[in-house]
C-alpha cells in the first residue's frame, strides 16, 4: 500500500473495517449484553487497544429564547425547541491490547457487559428518547477505525405510582 | 337562576360538578381500567348532548406531543334534574401497543382522563386525572 493510503487511513481511519455484532440485541437489566466487535484489516493496523464504548442517552427538547438588538436599540426575543442530550450512563470495555492486525486479515472479541438492576430502559417517543447504545473502535495512531454508534435496546417494567404524577 | 349564573356556568362549566373515580388507577401489565362517572347539577336542571370520556398519554418536555387518544361517548342527550346525581360505570380498553408511563431526567410520559358534559359554552368536567400504565415497552415500539 502506497504512502498516500497510508496517509488517508491515518486521517480517515480507513486502516480498519470495524462492525458490532450481537448476540442479542434486546437485554433486560442483570442481563448481560453479549457481542462481538469484527475488525477487518485493510492495512497493517498496530492497535493499542481494542474498547467498547457504552452509552444510555436522554434525547429531548429544551425551549432556547435568544433576544437581539439591532442598531436602532429595537428588540426582538425569539424562542425555539433545541435538541438536547443527556448520558445516563457511560462505560468503556477495554477488550484487547497491543495488537498487530496484519493486512487482509479479519479477528473478533467477545464483550460481555451486565446491565444495572437500575437502569432505565429504552423509550423512543415523537421528541423524546431513551437510548442505550454502543461503539467499538481500534486506538491506532491518527483517526481510530470504528464502527459508529449503534443502538440495543433494555427492556424493562418500571413500577410508577399514581403519587409521582 | 338568574342570567349572571347562567352567564357565568356558561363560561366556567360550573352548571354540573363532574366526579371520576378510578377503581384501578394503576395498571400493572393489563389494559382494562374501571372508572365511575357522577355528575350532579349545581343549581338547576341540566340538559346535556353528551357525556365523554377522554384518555390520553402525552409526552411532555418543552415540547407536548399526544402520542395515543381515545374519545368514548357515555350518554346522549341526558338530562339531570336539579338535586338529582346520575352515575355511570365504565371500563376502558387500551390496546397493547400503547406507551408506558415513563419517567426521565428531562422528559416525561404520562397518562391522564377525564370526563365532560358536552353543553354550551365550556364543557362542565372532572378535570384531567392522572392513571399510570406498567409494562415493558414492545420491541416493535423501540424500532
Known amino acids: 500500500m502506497g504512502i498516500f493510503s497510508k496517509i488517508k487511513n491515518y486521517i480517515t481511519g480507513g486502516a480498519a473495517e470495524v462492525a ?32 467498547l464504548h457504552i452509552k444510555c442517552e436522554e434525547t429531548y427538547k429544551k425551549r432556547e429564547t ?20 443527556y448520558s445516563h450512563f457511560t462505560k468503556e470495555l477495554v477488550l484487547a491490547e497491543d495488537i498487530l492486525l496484519r493486512k487482509d486479515s479479519e479477528e473478533k472479541w467477545l464483550a460481555e457487559f451486565e446491565i ?11 421528541d423524546c428518547h431513551m437510548t442505550w447504545k454502543v461503539f467499538a473502535g481500534l486506538d491506532m495512531p491518527g483517526n481510530d477505525p470504528d464502527s459508529g454508534w449503534v443502538s440495543f435496546y433494555v427492556q424493562k417494567k418500571v413500577d410508577y405510582t399514581v403519587e409521582q404524577m | 337562576m338568574g342570567l349572571f349564573k347562567n352567564v357565568a356556568n356558561f363560561v366556567t362549566g360550573g352548571a354540573a ?12 401489565n393489563e389494559y382494562s381500567m ?18 365523554y370520556l377522554e384518555v390520553q398519554v402525552v409526552e411532555e418536555s418543552s415540547t407536548k406531543n399526544v402520542l395515543f ?23 376502558v380498553e ?35 386525572q392522572p392513571f399510570v400504565l406498567n409494562k415493558e415497552v414492545g420491541v416493535s415500539e423501540l424500532m
Open chain 1, 20 to 51: 458490532v455484532v450481537f448476540e442479542n440485541d434486546l437485554v433486560r437489566p442483570e442481563d448481560k449484553l453479549r457481542l462481538f466487535v469484527t475488525a477487518s484489516a485493510k492495512d497493517d493496523c498496530k492497535i493499542k487497544k481494542v474498547y
Open chain 2, 94 to 128: 387500551l390496546p397493547a401497543e400503547v406507551p408506558p408511563t415513563y419517567l426521565a431526567k428531562y422528559f416525561s410520559v404520562k397518562w391522564g382522563i377525564k370526563a365532560s358534559l358536552d353543553m354550551p359554552g365550556v364543557d362542565p368536567n372532572s378535570g384531567w
Open chain 2, 17 to 28: 360538578e363532574v366526579q371520576l373515580e378510578l377503581i384501578n388507577p394503576v395498571l400493572d
Open chain 1, 66 to 85: 435568544t433576544t437581539t438588538t439591532d442598531s436602532n436599540g429595537n428588540t426582538t426575543t425569539t424562542s425555539r425547541d433545541v435538541t438536547k442530550y
Open chain 2, 34 to 51: 374501571h372508572v365511575v362517572i357522577r355528575v350532579k347539577p349545581t343549581g338547576d336542571t341540566i340538559h346535556a348532548k353528551r357525556l
Open chain 2, 69 to 91: 387518544r381515545q374519545e368514548h361517548i357515555l350518554s346522549e342527550d341526558l338530562q339531570i334534574n336539579q338535586g338529582d346525581e346520575k352515575e355511570w360505570s365504565f371500563t
Open chain 1, 116 to 126: 444495572p438492576v437500575d437502569a432505565l430502559p429504552s423509550f423512543k417517543g415523537k
